[in-house]
């Protein structure tokens, strides 16, 4: 073996134990006690060994839109959090993955700048139905689409038979389709306080589309992922689904499980996001249906701009949160309050979201996958501090907020993170 790790707390798929883990080329080649090396690094005792989170819902915006962020800036950001994969979503670049030349031209826009491994969704838009077989067979993890429209005219939401017609494309490949799922019926124009915004986003917007998608689920067998689910009221669908064996899946985020909308300023413009951060009665929902296994996963939907696009009232400014670099501490924090284990939030962030995309050797501390590893400090606190953040545009809503768990190393296939962008470009198995 080229490496072992030493640690009293190593999280693995059967639990949290005392381990030795073994690296060789990149690979843990084992899991157990008084593993021998060449190199061993030993963990302080106040610091557990976690498998290298994965986050399937991240916004690049890379090329076309590189001043909002960029891939060096995403990935330092990510590494930083913990986070050793991510998925770049396919809108907010220029232009979008919507087709294989485009996947193509985002791929050569990241290749030698990522510091982490870097997989892409495509999209499915009104017009790409016949590009969506090529995009498939060029390696993306999936497809995403709006039932809304998505913030950006480049990327144009879908109606329901639009998306009908596209997953008689996709079911036959087994692709995955994920949705963004507000109906445009239930949506209004917001007002300018956060009040006029959470109204003009209710409840029964992601009620009505999750239930449209549970439907196409039903009617055509194709894999349906809801995402960054905010309001409980979705969540009788999404049990109905799983009762009914459909192969539909459903994620939320950290500020949907941290942040409650008695407590946003009409200023505090930081914290839009679409759909909404929603009241704290909702919130414990999340949490409960995260425990009931009815929420699949937490991931970031990291999504940031420019600040002067966050300037402006609720009405006007650019609906997105950035959070790349602090979701696994917003999480934790949150979850040991209500009982959670590291174990939890490992499942949530790690196992859970690489197995959604089908990378096995991703999200898991057991031989034969990769050596991605976070050396986390559970109980140490911190106060989030904006300039320390490696994202771009340092606008985000936890800045001054206490937090629990450091990150204080990341390893990429056996090697530490150290500003060298060592990260790969994933393709999908077919």
């Known amino acids: 073996m080229d490496l072992v790790f030493r640690a009293a707390r190593v999280v693995t798929p059967d639990g949290e134990r005392r381990a030795d883990v073994g690296v060789e080329d990149g690979r843990i080649v084992a899991v157990a006690d008084h593993l021998h090396a060449e190199t061993v690094?030993?963990?302080?005792?106040?610091?557990?060994?976690?498998?290298?989170?994965?986050?399937?819902?991240?916004?690049?915006?890379?090329?076309?839109?590189?001043?909002?962020?960029?891939?060096?800036?995403?990935?330092?950001?990510?590494?930083?959090?913990?986070?050793?994969?991510?998925?770049?979503?396919?809108?907010?670049?220029?232009?979008?993955?919507?087709?294989?030349?485009?996947?193509?031209?985002?791929?050569?826009?990241?290749?030698?700048?990522?510091?982490?491994?870097?997989?892409?969704?495509?999209?499915?838009?009104?017009?790409?139905?016949?590009?969506?077989?090529?995009?498939?067979?060029?390696?993306?993890?999936?497809?995403?689409?709006?039932?809304?429209?998505?913030?950006?005219?480049?990327?144009?939401?879908?109606?329901?038979?639009?998306?009908?017609?596209?997953?008689?494309?996709?079911?036959?490949?087994?692709?995955?389709?994920?949705?963004?799922?507000?109906?445009?019926?239930?949506?209004?124009?917001?007002?300018?306080?956060?009040?006029?915004?959470?109204?003009?986003?209710?409840?029964?917007?992601?009620?009505?589309?999750?239930?449209?998608?549970?439907?196409?689920?039903?009617?055509?067998?194709?894999?349906?992922?809801?995402?960054?689910?905010?309001?409980?009221?979705?969540?009788?669908?999404?049990?109905?689904?799983?009762?009914?064996?459909?192969?539909?899946?459903?994620?939320?985020?950290?500020?949907?499980?941290?942040?409650?909308?008695?407590?946003?300023?009409?200023?505090?413009?930081?914290f839009k996001c679409c759909p909404p951060i929603r009241e704290a009665a909702n919130r414990e929902q999340l949490w409960h249906a995260l425990r009931d296994d009815l929420i699949d996963l937490v991931v970031t939907d990291h999504s940031p701009c420019t600040p002067d696009l966050k300037r402006g009232d609720f009405a006007t400014a650019w609906g997105g949160v950035a959070s790349l670099q602090l979701g696994l501490p917003a999480v934790w924090t949150q979850a040991r309050q209500r009982g959670h284990a590291l174990t939890d939030v490992v499942r949530w962030m790690a196992a859970n979201p690489a197995d959604l995309v089908g990378l096995d050797a991703k999200g898991r501390i057991a031989p034969g996958a990769d050596a991605d590893f976070c050396v986390f400090a559970p109980d140490e606190a911190f106060v989030v501090d904006r300039a320390t953040l490696h994202h771009r545009n340092p606008v985000t809503p936890y800045h001054g907020r206490p937090l629990a768990g450091v990150v204080r190393q990341t390893w990429l296939r056996g090697q530490p993170v150290d500003g060298r962008p060592r990260g790969r470009l994933l393709t999908a198995r077919p």
């Not at 330092?76 to 907010?92: C, H, K, Y």
């Not at 985002?106 to 290749?111: D, F, L, M, P, S």
């Not at 959470?198 to 999750?210: F, N, Q």
């Open 41 to 270: 690094v030993e963990l302080a005792d106040d610091e557990v060994l976690l498998p290298g989170l994965v986050d399937t819902h991240v916004h690049v915006n890379d090329p076309g839109r590189s001043e909002w962020e960029g891939f060096d800036s995403a990935t330092r950001a990510a590494a930083a959090g913990g986070v050793t994969t991510i998925v770049d979503m396919p809108l907010n670049s220029v232009p979008a993955t919507t087709t294989a030349a485009a996947l193509e031209v985002k791929r050569e826009a990241a290749r030698g700048r990522v510091h982490v491994d870097v997989g892409f969704w495509g999209g499915i838009v009104p017009d790409n139905l016949d590009d969506l077989a090529e995009l498939h067979d060029a390696g993306v993890f999936g497809f995403k689409c709006f039932l809304i429209h998505s913030g950006v005219d480049e990327f144009p939401h879908v109606g329901e038979d639009q998306l009908r017609a596209a997953l008689s494309v996709l079911q036959p490949r087994d692709a995955l389709t994920i949705v963004h799922a507000e109906d445009p019926h239930d949506v209004t124009e917001p007002g300018p306080g956060y009040r006029g915004f959470l109204d003009s986003r209710p409840h029964e917007a992601e009620s009505h589309a999750i239930t449209a998608v549970v439907d196409l689920a039903n009617e055509t067998k194709a894999r349906l992922h809801v995402l960054h689910l905010s309001s409980a009221h979705g969540l009788r669908h999404v049990k109905a689904a799983k009762e009914l064996g459909l192969r539909l899946t459903a994620e939320t985020c950290p500020h949907y499980l941290t942040f409650v909308a008695e407590e946003i300023g009409d200023a505090a413009t930081e």
